[in-house]
């Protein structure tokens, strides 16, 4: 079982940035691949970015390439998204997620473990 304790997030005016934590702890193997996702309101939950814990190969949405940027800790266990050059359309929950075959995937299906959540609201 893995647990993911997200942080980071609030409000920031477009144009902005923001940095989300995901701390893992519990039976995390390093052929995972750590997961964002995020949600707005009235829509399907999207894929945003991933990383392979073990080889570091990274995923982006088209969405957020060049301004995005996901990234690891490994002495800590966590797993970082940080947003620069922030939209109103990229106001939304965003989730960290673990997907325990490393197979880094874009679909939310293939994610076994989920973080709580936390909101980003950007402003125009």
């Known amino acids: 079982q893995v647990q993911l304790v997200q942080s980071g997030g609030g409000l920031v005016q477009a144009g902005g940035s923001l940095r989300l934590s995901c701390a893992a702890s519990?039976?995390?193997?390093?052929?995972?691949?750590m997961g964002w996702f995020r949600q707005a309101p009235g829509k399907e939950r999207e894929f945003v970015a991933a990383?392979?814990?073990?080889?570091?190969?990274?995923w982006y949405a088209d969405s957020v390439k060049g301004r995005f940027a996901i990234s690891k800790d490994n002495a800590k266990n966590t797993v970082y998204l940080q947003m620069n050059s922030l939209k109103p359309e990229d106001t939304a929950v965003y989730y960290c997620?673990?997907?325990?075959?490393?197979?880094?995937?874009?679909?939310?299906?293939?994610?076994?473990?989920w973080g709580q959540g936390t909101q980003v609201t950007v402003s125009s």
């Open positions: 990383i392979r814990w073990s080889t570091g190969t990274l």
């Open positions: 997620a673990a997907d325990k075959r490393g197979a880094g995937s874009m679909k939310s299906d293939d994610y076994d473990y």
């Open positions: 519990g039976r995390a193997y390093s052929w995972y691949t």
